[in-house]
């Protein structure tokens, strides 16, 4: 399977809920549902968990990614990912790479190699 890396520099065939999606399975969902409803103070259903990556405006993404800043940014500039981005890390960015820092060093390392 070839590697989608969301805008943020997730990698979506890491997600539990994009490999949910994908393997079409409604045990996996409704796990990965109550998880997250936990976690997040929300009350997300089994059918709340379809996600096809983040990338672009086609396909199903999970609740918040729909409405995302930081994605509805990087397809309105047409980009990539973040990385390619001139005000790459910008403020939103740098409060979700508090989060995520695995992403924050994936997309350093993608702009290094843009800059060797």
Not at 29 to 45: C, D, F, H, N, Y
Request: proline share 3%; hydrophobic share 35%.
């Amino acid at each position: 399977m070839k590697r989608i890396l969301a805008y943020c520099g997730l990698v979506c065939g890491e997600c539990p809920a994009y490999l949910a999606t994908q393997a079409n399975d409604d045990e996996m969902r409704s796990k990965i549902a109550a998880e997250w409803s936990e976690s997040l103070g929300g009350a997300l259903t089994k059918e709340d968990i379809n996600c096809d990556g983040c990338l672009g405006t086609a396909g199903r993404k999970v609740g918040y990614c729909n409405e995302c800043p930081i994605r509805v940014c990087a397809v309105e500039r047409g980009m990539e990912n973040c990385a390619h981005c001139s005000s790459y890390a910008c403020d939103s960015l740098e409060r979700f790479f508090k989060g995520a820092p695995a992403a924050k060093a994936l997309l350093d390392s993608l702009r290094d190699g843009e800059s060797k």
